[in-house]
């Protein structure tokens, strides 16, 4: 049976669905800054994963940017697995045709009308968020001072993708570390915003203007119009890092996206009960702590035999 809401349940069992839903937001963070594994220990992680999903590691050069591809990875099964009690090997993940990860759960989702999650990395660290109703954008930037160009020269580049209320914001923001990081705040707010509604990075982002009161209270304009049944956050992780959440109406997603979903429309009751949801803190995990027992297990009667 799923997890709707009616005007006719008791307050008690409204809060007995409130706790449920809880379960599914979740935030999870790894600081892949100190795992630095053997060439053994990545594959091993990497084996954690289906065949099909280990050549979007491995086509990556660096292996910077291959801890960081496989760390994301890790976390939607291990967050699925978690959450959902799928075991790993029943997993199934699949991406829209603009890239947007995806879970086919069929009724192991019952309790959540839309489980969807998101992760993002920058830098230092690999994140993800998920959401049991509300479609859920996350994305994290680390704050690089450029070097080869002045910042305004940086910013320069990424003009035509802020409306002209938040481009004054930026470039009046004060000193050049203050303009980089408003730069860097609104820009993140933006990404989350278009993962979310699973558009792809040609998604008009001008056309997606961002307000608030000292960074919070924060509100998006799309096209002009409020879009009142939206919720965002913008956190620091730590080390010159940010994190911003989104958290909005599965009718805003992308055709495409929608398709995957299983409910878009909701009665307001049972939608505003979602949207306010408390956004819990981010947990740290390590890579470890991703890898199942039973795979370890798994690799270790395999070595002794």
């Given at each position: 049976?799923?997890?709707f809401?009616?005007s006719?349940?008791?307050?008690s069992?409204?809060?007995?669905?409130?706790i449920?839903?809880?379960?599914?937001?979740?935030?999870?963070?790894?600081?892949?800054?100190?795992?630095?594994?053997?060439?053994?220990?990545?594959?091993f992680?990497?084996?954690?994963?289906?065949?099909?999903?280990?050549?979007?590691?491995?086509r990556?050069?660096?292996?910077?940017?291959?801890?960081?591809?496989?760390?994301?990875?890790?976390?939607?099964?291990?967050?699925?697995?978690?959450?959902?009690a799928?075991?790993?090997?029943?997993?199934?993940?699949?991406?829209?045709?603009?890239?947007?990860?995806y879970?086919?759960?069929?009724d192991v989702?019952?309790?959540?009308?839309?489980?969807?999650?998101?992760?993002?990395?920058?830098?230092?660290?690999?994140?993800?968020?998920?959401?049991?109703?509300?479609?859920?954008?996350?994305d994290?930037?680390?704050?690089?001072?450029?070097?080869?160009?002045?910042v305004?020269?940086?910013?320069?580049?990424?003009?035509?993708?802020?409306?002209?209320?938040?481009?004054?914001?930026?470039?009046?923001?004060?000193?050049?570390?203050?303009?980089?990081?408003?730069?860097?705040?609104?820009?993140?707010?933006?990404?989350?915003?278009?993962?979310?509604?699973?558009?792809?990075?040609?998604?008009?982002?001008?056309r997606?203007?961002?307000?608030?009161?000292?960074?919070?209270?924060?509100?998006v304009?799309?096209?002009?119009k409020?879009?009142?049944?939206?919720?965002?956050?913008?956190?620091?992780?730590?080390?010159g890092?940010?994190?911003?959440?989104?958290?909005?109406?599965?009718?805003?997603?992308?055709?495409?996206?929608m398709?995957?979903?299983?409910?878009?429309?909701?009665?307001?009751?049972e939608?505003h009960?979602?949207?306010?949801?408390?956004?819990?803190?981010?947990?740290?995990?390590?890579?470890?702590?991703?890898?199942?027992?039973s795979?370890?297990?798994?690799?270790?009667r395999?070595?002794?035999?």
């Open positions: 049976m799923g997890f809401f009616s006719n349940l008791s307050s069992c409204l809060v007995g669905l409130w449920t839903m809880e379960r599914g937001v979740q935030r999870w963070v790894v600081d892949i800054s100190g795992w630095d594994p053997s060439p053994q220990d990545f594959s992680a990497l084996s954690v994963l289906p065949s099909v999903e280990q050549p979007s590691v491995t990556f050069v660096q292996m910077e940017d291959r801890k960081r591809a496989l760390v994301s990875r890790l976390l939607q099964y291990a967050l699925v697995n978690e959450v959902l799928i075991p790993y090997d029943e997993i199934i993940i699949k991406r829209t045709l603009e890239g947007k990860p879970l086919e759960c069929g989702c019952a309790d959540f009308p839309n489980f969807n999650f998101n992760a993002s990395h920058h830098g230092d660290y690999v994140a993800i968020a998920s959401e049991p109703l509300c479609l859920v954008g996350l994290i930037v680390s704050i690089v001072i450029p070097q080869k160009e002045t305004i020269e940086f910013i320069q580049n990424f003009s035509s993708y802020f409306s002209s209320f938040e481009w004054d914001s930026i470039v009046n923001a004060g000193t050049y570390d203050d303009i980089l990081i408003e730069f860097y705040r609104y820009w993140c707010l933006k990404e989350a915003y278009v993962k979310a509604i699973g558009s792809g990075v040609a998604y008009g982002l001008d997606v203007e961002f307000h608030h009161s000292c960074w919070t209270n924060i509100s304009n799309v096209e002009g409020a879009m009142n049944e939206w919720r965002f956050w913008l956190l620091e992780l730590g080390k890092h940010l994190v911003s959440i989104a958290r909005g109406h599965p009718r805003s997603a992308t055709e495409s996206y398709r995957t979903l299983k409910q878009a429309e909701f009665d307001e009751e939608y009960a979602a949207l306010h949801l408390p956004n819990v803190r981010f947990v740290s995990r390590t890579v470890e702590q991703l890898i199942p027992v795979h370890k297990d798994r690799v270790h395999t070595s002794i035999s």
